[in-house]
């Protein structure tokens, strides 16, 4: 081989290969978890923080840019087991394999926020947070249920503010753990417990503050779904103000702590009883005030009504009615009068043209023609009758059936009942039926016989009244 043969090379330069390492690794790797122990920790006075991620077997380097790192009130430390989010890049300048770090959490509290956060999500994708199911409060509660320990200081913090701003309404404890194992299922049956029974009209579940782990107990799926479920108004009022649990987001109310849970649940009676006062004071003085505008409003109205009294205004109203009720009696006398003489002209006129005697004439000519017509009618009809009864006769001649009972009979065949005319229309030993003057007869065709001709010149039907050969 010649060296004008030799594969041309094409060398990658360390920036290049570095370059596309980098973005290969970036590719392939999406964003993703780290769990390891902090190691080789420096801050530079730039604020960024570099260490390294490391298990029993193996590390990896890692940055925290200033960016990120001022938003964690607690940065990692030498040794502790941390969570670490981020992806997956190559610091160019030294071929260094590292992840970009954009949030830590120390590994117990993180693992425990995850489930939170996919808990928190899950159900909110399901409606248990809605807050179109959420229900307002009762104002003025007959019972208020407390589910708690019986013996913590959230209780002796909700006796204490019902006792300070309502010591007339009665509270129901339902005593349970509120941390620890088997905490959740306990609270969630006694959920289920007061949402049957409905001795309360409003629930409160209050715990006093703790950290992630002491809360773990309202943080369970099956106390969200227990509170879902309540059919009595629930609020809660767990930890400080900075906690939030499963349970606040699936409450009715959520509350800072368990003082403010009760405050909220409760009615102030010093302040209701201030209210009611104060109303009843702007009752009376908008009352005094209502009466003194219609006093008022009544003496102007008298005033005018005396301006304007109808008495006057009656007296010329009547006396006009006076001379109109005179004006009309006059009027009817005269037209009455003058009815009176055009109905004695008018009687005269008639008495004068009465049709009486037209009307006895046309009654005697009347009574003669409704005679004559009641002869003829009967006369009609007699001759009618006879008539009807010769053509019956004659009808009754001419029957067929009347033929049948002479002696003659019809010949058919029985399925489509055709009429047999000639002897040659039947077959030998086909079944004919004969049509009789009483009755049918099913007949067997022996033998077809050819035709007489004396019998086939004479008439295919009788006439009336002859005689059969």
Not at 238 to 247: L, W
């Amino acid at each position: 081989m010649t060296a004008t043969s030799a594969p041309r090379r094409e060398p990658y330069t360390v920036s290049r290969l570095n370059q596309e390492a980098r973005a290969l690794l970036e590719g392939r790797f999406p964003a993703l978890w780290v769990e390891g122990e902090v190691s080789n920790l420096t801050r530079p006075s730039s604020g960024h923080l570099y260490f390294s991620l490391k298990d029993a077997r193996a590390q990896i380097r890692c940055a925290l840019f200033q960016n990120r790192a001022v938003l964690f009130r607690d940065c990692p430390r030498n040794g502790q087991q941390v969570l670490a989010r981020g992806r997956v890049s190559l610091y160019e300048p030294r071929g260094d394999y590292q992840i970009i770090v954009d949030y830590v959490e120390e590994a117990g509290a993180g693992a425990l926020r995850r489930a939170y956060d996919e808990l928190r999500l899950r159900l909110e994708r399901e409606g248990c947070f809605a807050p179109e199911r959420k229900r307002p409060l009762p104002r003025f509660p007959r019972r208020i249920g407390v589910i708690t320990s019986a013996t913590g200081a959230a209780i002796r913090d909700v006796l204490a503010t019902l006792g300070r701003r309502c010591p007339s309404l009665p509270v129901l404890l339902y005593p349970v753990p509120v941390q620890g194992e088997g905490a959740a299922e306990r609270i969630a049956r006694t959920l289920r417990l007061a949402s049957q029974r409905r001795d309360c009209d409003v629930v409160l579940l209050v715990r006093g503050g703790g950290s992630l782990e002491d809360l773990q107990a309202f943080n369970g799926e099956i106390v969200a779904r227990a509170i879902f479920e309540c059919a009595v108004p629930l609020a809660t009022g767990i930890g400080h103000e900075t906690d939030v649990t499963i349970a606040d987001f699936a409450a009715d109310l959520r509350a800072a702590t368990p003082t403010a849970a009760a405050e909220l649940a409760s009615p102030d009676f010093a302040e209701w009883l201030a209210k009611v006062r104060w109303l009843a004071e702007r009752l009376q003085q908008r009352t005094r005030r209502q009466i003194s505008d219609r006093s008022q409003q009544l003496e102007a109205l008298e005033k005018r009504l005396l301006r304007l009294h109808p008495r006057g205004r009656l007296h010329g109203h009547a006396q006009r009615l006076d001379e109109l009720e005179q004006r009309l009696q006059r009027a009817w006398r005269a037209q009455l009068q003058r009815s009176r003489t055009r109905l004695t002209g008018l009687t005269q006129r008639l008495q004068a043209r009465t049709p009486l005697l037209r009307v006895r004439h046309e009654g005697r000519r009347l009574d003669a023609l409704s005679a004559r017509l009641r002869l003829a009618l009967r006369q009609n009809a007699r001759l009618a009758s006879r008539r009807l009864n010769q053509l019956s006769g004659q009808l009754h001649a001419l029957s067929p059936l009347a033929t049948l009972h002479r002696g003659y009979a019809i010949l058919r065949r029985p399925d489509g009942g055709v009429i047999l005319r000639r002897a040659g229309e039947a077959l030998t030993g086909e079944i004919v039926e004969a049509l009789l003057g009483e009755g049918r007869l099913r007949c067997e065709v022996k033998a077809v016989c050819p035709s007489d001709p004396a019998v086939a010149a004479s008439p295919q039907h009788p006439r009336p009244g002859s005689r059969p050969p």
